[in-house]
Structures are given as structure tokens and as C-alpha cells.
């Protein structure tokens, strides 16, 4: 067997990744407080076999999380590390800002309505990353169709804002039946 030269891609690489190890920890204590937390969201059903329990199968795959999670800890362990663990769990932190906005998103659709908070939300989540111009008019188009996508050709049951009470009432109707 040859020696892989300098130009060819390592595909196995020695090092490991920035914030692997955080991953896989905060991957094993999640499993194991869910698995923890299992026998008070379940019940034992009498009368069932093992596989039939509401609790196996959930059980055995949060099993299967921590073992994986163990073993890759264990088998990367003493691979010297790449610099930047803390500045990746940083970036996982601030990417929790998206969810956020999801958040802030539903909150107002019974308020506004799916119209208007979905074009909002759109045109500022491309404020947000950064364009700028014609590409918010875009946002703004693309949340108009996904609106009439979602309500008029799909026929998908939105709740409708409390600020379609002041439309008239034939445009109340249409308001509420497709945007």
C-alpha cells in the first residue's frame, strides 16, 4: 500500500473537531435526564408484552444515545484536541436566537394574522442576516406566497388575528378565509 501524499484528503482525521466533546456530553446528559424522566411521562400497561410497553422503544433508543455517546467519548478522548471548543458552544448559543424569532413569530399571528406576521417576519429575518434592497422586497413577496400557498391551495385551518375584527365584513370573510 502507497502512503497518501500531502494532495490527497486525510479521510479519517486525528485531530478532533472544535466542540465535539462539548456535543457529546450535552448529547449524554440530555439522553440520560429524558431517560430519567421516562417513568413519569409513561405507564406500565399489565397484560402487554416487553415490546408492546410504551416505554421500550423510547427507552432503548435514549439507551442506544448514551451508550453511542459513551463510547465516542471514551474512543476520542485521548485524540489531542483542535483549539475553539468554547467558541463553537458559542455559536450554538447564538443560533438560539432563530428560535426566537419562530417564537415571537407564532405569538403574533393570532394577534396580527398569518398575513401580516408572516410577510413582517420575513422581510426582518432578512434584515436580520444581513440583506439589504431588493432582496426584502423578495422576503416580502416570498411570505406572500407562502401565505397564499399555505392557506388558499392547501386549505390549511389558521386561526385568524384579532385585528381582522376591524375589517368589513366581506373583507373579513376573505381575510380570514385566505390570507
Request: proline share 6%; hydrophobic share 50%.
Amino acid at each position: 500500500m502507497s502512503e497518501p501524499t500531502q494532495d490527497q484528503p486525510h479521510i479519517f482525521p486525528e485531530g478532533r473537531k472544535p466542540g465535539e466533546m462539548l456535543f457529546s456530553m450535552l448529547l449524554l446528559i440530555l439522553a440520560a435526564a429524558l431517560l430519567a424522566a421516562l417513568p413519569w411521562q409513561t405507564t406500565w400497561i399489565s397484560g402487554k408484552g416487553l415490546a408492546a410497553q410504551p416505554r421500550f422503544w423510547p427507552a432503548l433508543s435514549l439507551g442506544g444515545v448514551i451508550l453511542f455517546a459513551i463510547l465516542h467519548k471514551l474512543m476520542r478522548h485521548r485524540v489531542d484536541r483542535t483549539p475553539g471548543r468554547w467558541s463553537e458552544g458559542l455559536n450554538w448559543i447564538r443560533s438560539l436566537e432563530y428560535i426566537g424569532w419562530y417564537m415571537l413569530y407564532v405569538a403574533t399571528i393570532p394577534v396580527i394574522g398569518y398575513l401580516f406576521a408572516t410577510v413582517i417576519f420575513c422581510t426582518l429575518l432578512s434584515l436580520r442576516v444581513g440583506y439589504r434592497g431588493r432582496m426584502n422586497v423578495w422576503a416580502a413577496l416570498f411570505g406572500l406566497v407562502v401565505v397564499l400557498f399555505f392557506k388558499s391551495a392547501m386549505n390549511v385551518k389558521i386561526p385568524g388575528g384579532a385585528i381582522y375584527d376591524y375589517a368589513p365584513d366581506g373583507l373579513r370573510y376573505i381575510l380570514l378565509r385566505y390570507f
